[in-house]
């Protein structure tokens, strides 16, 4: 059966733009002419973003175009297009390159310009020739040796096909002989040493395919946890203390055991106060990825709360919401119900229910203890 003859390399141009350069031959990023390294899933995503530049790329179009046979979540797209601004130099409030359409998918913003390519759609290994008084030579036209194709390699090897121009001929007469042999010897030694530098090349830039799912699947074994605050949804300003006390009372509940690794409060009041983050229960990606960078949290933890009067007694319900900082995608969501009276017993077991969602493993009871003590003695003590 025909099958309709592919694209020649040569109408495959080479982008660059801000020092970069991108070679969708040989699955390249350049800059400065030092190789830039990026995982294949994400240089395929940069290379559907650079050729509908200046449009928005749909979310479901990216997912379908790099990972055409493979099921895979919203998950792993954000965490390539995070990998590829990393790659970019782009930090959470520069948009440079890469913007994020909410709701719809990202763009390319960046001017680029397109350079064409030789005529050969490749770049000729050089190698000058020898020219010998009155021998003539032959130069015969460059043939294409393509290397083999391994299962996988248009994922796992960036390199394309080398072109190497073949051996000259030369007619043999009598003494001059070895001078041809020794020509021979140095066209194969570049050969070699071509073939291995390409094949250098592309087993550096593998990478294993792999499926992440499950909350546990992108979060380090003991990961860096930030928690960011809660907000008070009722109209009594009186209550605001509970935001402060909740936070503080949840970092010592979760820093129980060896677990986690906890942010200090103090520490996330002041990158907040540094940066000016909107202060919210469902944090966008770029505050995520703020807190991410200053502070390294690998988990971010938010939540709202309510109080409400009730039969003379004060019921408090906490929404509590933890998200990956540098995807953005949530990893647990719960509420728990409580008093302001029992406000100890609630926040245990918020934490408990949130070491449950996340895999984690309970403390000891010793640790448990240690980080009962650190508590505040009564609701009244937490409010002052």
């Known amino acids: ?72 979540t919203e998950a792993n797209l954000t965490q390539n297009i995070s990998s590829l601004r990393k790659a970019l130099g782009e930090r959470a409030n520069d948009h440079r390159y890469v913007v994020t359409v909410p709701g719809q998918g990202y763009s390319f913003v960046a001017e680029v310009r397109e350079v064409p390519r030789e005529s050969t759609g490749e770049l000729l290994v050089p190698r000058e020739l020898p020219v010998v008084a009155g021998l003539p030579v032959t130069r015969e036209p460059p043939v294409t040796r393509e290397l083999p194709v391994v299962a996988g390699a248009d994922e796992y090897s960036p390199a394309a096909p080398a072109i190497l121009p073949a051996p000259p001929s030369f007619p043999l007469r009598g003494r001059r002989r070895p001078l041809i042999t020794a020509v021979a010897v140095g066209v194969l030694v570049a050969a070699l040493a071509t073939g291995g530098f390409l094949f250098y090349n592309g087993r550096k830039n593998f990478q294993p395919r792999h499926r992440t799912s499950g909350a546990s699947a992108a979060i380090p074994a003991r990961p860096t946890v930030a928690v960011l605050g809660f907000r008070n949804l009722g109209g009594d300003r009186g209550q605001d203390w509970l935001s402060t006390a909740l936070s503080e009372m949840l970092i010592t509940e979760l820093s129980a055991g060896s677990t986690v690794r906890m942010v200090p409060g103090e520490e996330v009041v002041r990158v907040k106060r540094t940066l000016s983050l909107p202060y919210t229960e469902d944090p966008d990606d770029e505050t995520l990825q703020q807190i991410h960078d200053r502070l390294g949290a690998d988990l971010v933890v938010a939540g709202s709360y309510l109080v409400l009067e009730e039969k003379g007694s004060r019921k408090l319900r906490i929404d509590v919401r933890a998200m990956r900082a540098e995807e953005g995608d949530s990893v647990a969501s719960f509420a728990e119900q409580g008093t302001e009276e029992g406000l100890f017993d609630l926040v245990s077991r918020t934490g408990r229910r949130l070491r449950h969602e996340l895999g984690w493993a309970e403390p000891s009871p010793a640790d448990a203890r240690a980080a009962a003590a650190l508590l505040p003695g009564n609701p009244q003590a937490a409010r002052l």
């Open 1 to 72: 059966m025909a099958t309709s003859p592919q694209a020649p390399t040569a109408e495959k141009p080479v982008y660059e733009f801000d020092g970069f350069r991108v070679d969708p031959v040989r699955r390249r990023l350049l800059r400065g002419g030092e190789l830039v390294s990026l995982t294949p899933k994400a240089f395929s995503i940069l290379l559907a973003l650079l050729e509908s530049r200046g449009e928005v790329v749909g979310k479901e179009e990216l997912i379908q175009r790099v990972w055409p046979d493979t099921f895979v």
